[in-house]
């Protein structure tokens, strides 16, 4: 019998985080069709060493009105990393190429709670010192019928936007 040892790092009991201080601005792309850019502020994380953090999950989570109704319509909104500009994608970076989605129903009116996991982003940000310039809410670049048009969709509507931070101390 062959006996394994592992060695973990020891984790610290779980913390959490939440914040509604986000910047948030509609940015037209064509006559119809618009994009979000939200900008939050990185936690200090109680002050403790990047590298000393573990981001176990993130989440954003804000409602949106839909206006109009597709009876068959999932729609498909995809989640960027902002370019210095903040109205354009980053370029040259592996995330934008294959993003994190996030979909909205439309197939009834009325108020609809959306969850975008930002795990992905706020480990490149913490942990990959990437610059954070916000991030782009963008209608499925592949989706031929756009999501994010005025007519179809206003976001964000109250309550306001919030962003949960899940996180663990590594000893």
């Known amino acids: 019998m062959v006996c394994v040892v592992l060695f973990l790092p020891v984790l610290s009991q779980g913390q959490k985080l939440t914040t509604d201080k986000l910047q948030i601005s509609l940015q037209p792309l ?28 993130a989440v954003l989570e804000f409602d949106v009105q839909v206006m109009a109704v597709d009876s068959a319509s999932v729609d498909i909104l995809e989640v960027l990393l902002a370019a210095e500009t ?14 994190v989605t996030t979909r909205v129903i439309r197939t009834k009116t009325g108020v609809q709670r959306v969850r975008v ?29 756009k999501t994010l048009c005025s007519g179809k969709v206003i976001l964000p509507v109250e309550p306001r936007p919030s962003i949960k931070i899940f996180y663990t101390e590594l000893d």
């Open 30 to 57: 064509s006559e119809e069709e618009f994009q979000a850019h939200l900008k939050f502020d990185i936690p200090d994380f109680e002050k403790l060493a990047s590298e000393k953090v573990n981001i176990d999950y």
């Open 86 to 99: 903040e109205n354009a994608p980053r370029q040259n970076l592996a995330y934008n190429t294959n993003p």
């Open 117 to 145: 996991n930002l795990t992905q982003l706020l480990e490149l940000w913490v942990r990959n010192k990437i610059a954070n310039h916000g991030l782009l809410l963008v209608s499925h670049r592949r989706q031929v019928e």
